[in-house]
Each structure stands twice: as C-alpha cells, then as structure tokens.
C-alpha cells in the first residue's frame, strides 16, 4: 500500500497523521506546497514533494505530477483532503487502479446540480470520505451512499499549541479575559454579533472580550454603540492567534454551524472553560455542564448568562477547564485517528472494484 497525501497546506492534525502512519510502516508521500506546516520534517524523512499550483478544480500541471507519481511510484491510494485536490486527483486516476479517498470537514452546503461538485466530493469514483463530525457525516448522508462514509474526528494534541512562531498579547487590562478566535468575514454563521451583543449585555465591569480574525464592516459600529464598548478589543487577522489562550479566562463560540471547529479543540487543550452554542459540531466537543456550557444558538441573553455565570464562579471555571481537556486527550486523540485512518486506508487497499463497508467509531455513533 502506497499513499500520496495532498492538501496544500497540512495543518498540525494532517502532519502528525502522516508521520504517524509513516512510522507504522505505511508508505507516505505528501505532496504540498513548499511551505506547508512540517515541510522540512517530511523531506527530511523522504516524505515530501513540492506539488504544482493546487487552487483550481482542473490544474493540469498538477494532473500531470500526480499521474507521474502515480506510475514512478506504483500510488494505490490517493487522500486529498481539500476539494481543489480531490478534483485534480480524480483526474490524474483516470484509467488507473488508483482509488482516491476524500474529506469532508465544513457543513458548507452541496449543490447537487452544479456540476462542479461532482468534479469532487460526488464524484462517484471517490472510493471513501472521511467525515470530521457526525453533523458533517449525517449532512453528507443526504447524496452520498453512507457506506462511503467514514466518522473520524480529527485528533489534537496540546502541544500543537507551541506550533505558532508568532506570540499574540493580550490588550485586556482587566481582571478577566474572554476570547473568540475566527474568521467571521463574510461568515454571518460563526455569530459574531450575537457574541458582542451578548457582551454588551452582560456588561460585566472586570471582563474584556478580545476577538482575533477578519470581521465585516458593521463590527466596529456594534462594538461602539453598546455598554461595553471599552472593553470589546478587535484584533483583526494575528497569526499566532491561539496564544491568546494562554492568558484566558473564557473562550467563546458563538457559530450557527460548525464542522468540528479547531478553535474549541485549542481552547481544551488549553484548559479553558469554554461557552458554545448547541449545534452539532460544538456538541460533539462539549457536554453541557461538564467540559463547558452550552447556549441556544442567535440567543445573546442565553450568552450573557453563561458568561456572567463563569465570571462570577472561579471554581467552576477551573472545573469545566480541567474536564474538557480530559474529554480532548480520551475522545478526539491523534492515536486514534491515525488507526482509524490506516483502517480505511487497509480496506480501500484491498476492496477491488467493492465499496467498502461504513466506519462509524462506535465513540460517536450513538447520536
């Protein structure tokens, strides 16, 4: 069994799969963009391949390097796991014994009747897709044959949080800090205004809110027009955001929808108590009560409480901190996303022209 990896850019997850199998003995070779997360570590190890331009759908430079791959290299499985590279790989397989395995990882909607989708994750020739949550799985279940579906949740590991060469301050002056990290640009669904309505309406005098990532034109209005103004810093797009949760009180989630959304995951590792809203994604993370408190989706009051709760209870912060790390090492570890990978990847191996039977970690599959 010989696998070609690609994706552009790995994040921590990707590069600890990769080096993980590798060390399992499963012949890998990534091929990325030559300054991908973990580039040197892999060709230092023989593992990497500087790939063509992947940004479009049909990249027949890229088409050519995979299929040259693919005869130097006798390739049995490619996983591409964005849809730029999953298009451009089917297309390089054309006429091989090559199965190509994909991933689906946002609840971003599938238009059935445009064609480019099926240039991609509806392509009947992707042999499996693997799901990053079972909101994503359930979702993908509406076209796809859910025995191409595989539920494998992303592992994360704490010290990925060293990875950030830049460090982000915190401008809080206050005696609590509460964080949101993403980019809600253009992203009404990741509930940034619900988030600074809810501050403003909780308007707890020893509590800021810092938020890291790109944000619509109206933010800066919302912020200034309420209670809490003073208290509302906008940090725009920071590399090295995540630092920020060395120095928080709080994280907050405030999304509509999610896949399985990494800055949660962070926010665990971290031991920081974290307020979401209940949506699947969110919910796959956190129990209520225990690794964190859920809140009603679009609902700043709900917000407000849960934020008021935590500022006014240490012993409760320190609590929900502590068990939602525990909840990320046992539920989401990358030990166990690399033997369910290598499990489908032994599968798709060895089917033929058979699609293989659903995956569904018997962890998640009680929903």
Not at 208 to 221: C, E, F, N, W
Request: proline share 6%.
């Amino acid at each position: 069994m010989r696998v070609l990896f690609s994706k552009p850019h790995l994040d921590a997850a990707e590069l600890d799969l990769v080096l993980r199998l590798h060390e399992k003995g499963v012949f890998m070779l990534v091929l990325a963009a030559k300054n991908s997360l973990g580039h040197q570590q892999l060709a230092a190890k023989g593992l990497f391949i500087e790939s063509a331009t992947i940004k479009g759908k049909l990249q027949p430079r890229l088409i050519a390097q995979m299929r040259g791959l693919i005869r130097a290299l006798n390739i049995s499985i490619i996983h591409a796991t964005d849809s730029a590279s999953l298009s451009n790989a089917l297309f390089a397989t054309l006429f091989t014994r090559t199965r190509v395995i994909g991933y689906r990882g946002t609840l971003s909607r599938i238009r059935r009747l445009d064609p480019t989708y099926w240039l991609g994750i509806l392509n009947p020739r992707v042999r499996k897709i693997f799901c990053v949550s079972s909101s994503v799985h359930d979702y993908l279940a509406k076209f796809i044959d859910p025995q191409k579906l595989v539920l494998n949740p992303k592992g994360f590991d704490r010290d990925w949080l060293e990875f950030s060469v830049t460090q982000v301050q915190s401008p809080s002056r206050t005696r609590l800090t509460a964080v949101f990290i993403g980019n809600a640009r253009n992203r009404p669904y990741k509930g940034l205004d619900s988030l600074i309505r809810a501050f403003h309406i909780a308007n707890h005098p020893e509590c800021s809110l810092v938020i890291a990532g790109a944000y619509d034109d109206h933010i800066p209005t919302l912020v200034a027009e309420g209670a809490a103004a003073q208290r509302i810093h906008l940090l725009g797009q920071k590399p090295g955001a995540a630092s920020l949760l060395r120095s928080a009180d709080i994280y907050i989630q405030p999304s509509l929808r999610e896949g399985l959304p990494r800055s949660v995951k962070e926010a665990m590792a971290a031991s920081v108590p974290i307020i979401a809203t209940r949506i699947p994604g969110n919910t796959d993370l956190i129990e209520h009560g225990r690794s964190g408190l859920l809140v009603p989706p679009a609902s700043p009051e709900s917000m407000a409480n849960a934020l008021l709760t935590l500022c006014e209870s240490p012993g409760l912060r320190a609590k929900l901190g502590q068990t939602a790390r525990r909840r990320l090492e046992t539920h989401f570890s990358p030990s166990d996303h690399a033997a369910r990978t290598l499990q489908v990847y032994q599968e798709v191996h060895t089917s033929g022209s058979r699609i293989p039977g659903a995956i569904r970690p018997a962890a998640f599959s009680q929903r």
